[in-house]
């Protein structure tokens, strides 16, 4: 049997490895380092190829490629968003993708991306809140104890200093897997029965549930002033979380105008509706919050870069590790020309 070459195998991140990698790490450590590193790109936003995602609609779902690129790497993800997948214990989004390298075009990782992008996901609404929620904020609502509520309450606590996490669900089960999973992790836990109980309180109210459909999560009573909204679950058309009079006189952040006038909360709104792009407070372009008594929205729908940042963290993070297998995945014939003699001569070894 010929071996493949050096140049043939690309590290591949299993879903065993990803598990493995983050608790050698440290769950909350690895969500303040994913922070800085989407928080980088973010501050070279230009230097991006960016495109709204490639979608593929279906009735009860949606699968969708991301891809983007700064010049040096190109990274896709292929996520799915099925909400009614819980229902046959199914996740309700899976994800894996690629980096590359664009000198050669020759992928340089393969990574399971369910895991990562929860922490991305996670990582992208505190760093987010940093920016714009109150400096002194240290209750957060989560509404939506999913599979990516626990991500979303420890980086909240870890990168902006939360204390104390509210935690409402229609399904009381889910709820009390999410406080168990949370216990003794440095957050007062509080499981509340409503979402209004939810939001009593709390300074950041995030948003994370999944129904494909015009829900209506938060109402418009339900959101004092100088409160900060992370809405996460609104992320295809028809499918939003918050009633249309929040985003009438919440300061809407966005990641890429032509994808959340889509998918996000904002689709809701007229197209001309201003908005600000969340780079731009980074970059120090724009202002974020610009009073104490202002509602700020962060309508996030996860963009390509938060990935191509994570995908970009993880290839770093392997090195000297043993978290990886290597596939034999790109055919590297030692004469380029000859990619069918490579097949002929392989045959019988
Ligand atoms: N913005 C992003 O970058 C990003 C990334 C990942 C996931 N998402 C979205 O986040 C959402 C949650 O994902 P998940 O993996 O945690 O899903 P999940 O199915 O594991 O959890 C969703 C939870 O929402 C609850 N829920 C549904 N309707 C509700 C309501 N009206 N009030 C309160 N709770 C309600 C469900 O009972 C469930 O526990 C999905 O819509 C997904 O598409 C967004």
Redesign the pocket.
């Known amino acids: 049997m010929t071996l493949p070459s050096r140049q043939a195998l690309v590290p591949f991140v299993s879903v065993e490895n990803m598990m493995r990698l983050v608790l050698h790490v440290g769950i909350e450590q690895m969500m303040v380092e994913l922070t800085h590193a989407i928080e980088a790109d973010f501050r070279r936003w230009p230097a991006f190829d960016k495109t709204p995602r490639v979608a593929s609609h279906s009735d009860i779902g949606v699968i969708e490629l991301m891809p983007t690129s700064d010049g040096q790497h190109y990274g896709f993800k292929y996520v799915n968003?099925h909400?009614g997948?819980?229902r046959q214990g199914l996740?309700?989004?899976t994800a894996f993708g690629v980096l590359a390298d664009v000198a050669t075009g020759y992928p340089l990782l393969l990574s399971e991306m369910t895991i990562l992008?929860?922490l991305r996901?996670a990582a992208?609404s505190a760093m987010a809140a940093k920016w714009l929620a109150p400096r002194d904020a240290r209750v957060m609502a989560m509404?939506?104890?999913?599979?990516?509520?626990e991500f979303q309450a420890l980086a909240m606590k870890t990168v902006c200093g939360i204390e104390e996490v509210r935690l409402?669900?229609?399904?009381p089960a889910?709820t009390r897997k999410c406080a168990a999973n949370l216990a003794g992790r440095g957050l007062r836990v509080v499981s509340c029965d409503t979402?209004e109980q939810a939001v009593l309180g709390a300074q950041i109210i995030t948003t994370?549930?999944?129904?494909k459909q015009y829900?209506t999560?938060l109402t418009d009573n339900l959101v004092g002033g100088g409160v900060h909204i992370n809405a996460?679950?609104?992320?295809?058309p028809g499918?939003t979380e918050l009633h249309r009079d929040i985003l009438l006189r919440a300061g809407i952040f966005v990641e890429y105008p032509p994808q959340t006038r889509i998918e996000g909360e904002i689709q809701a709104l007229d197209p001309d509706h201003p908005v600000t792009e969340l780079w731009q407070v980074i970059a120090g372009e724009a202002p974020g919050r610009t009073d104490a008594g202002q509602v700020t929205l962060f309508d996030?729908?996860?963009f390509a870069i938060?990935d191509f940042s994570a995908l970009r963290h993880i290839l770093k993070r392997l090195e000297g590790t043993e978290f990886f297998l290597e596939l034999d995945m790109i055919a590297d014939p030692d004469d380029p020309r000859d990619l069918f003699g490579m097949i002929i001569r392989s045959e019988g070894q």
Not at 168 to 171: A, G, V
Not at 208 to 211: E, G, I, L, S, V
């Open positions: 968003g909400p997948n819980m996740q309700a989004v992008t929860a996901t992208t509404i939506g104890n999913g599979a990516q509520a409402y669900d229609i399904d889910a979402a994370c549930t999944a129904d829900a999560i996460v679950g609104g992320d295809c499918k996030s729908f996860g938060e």
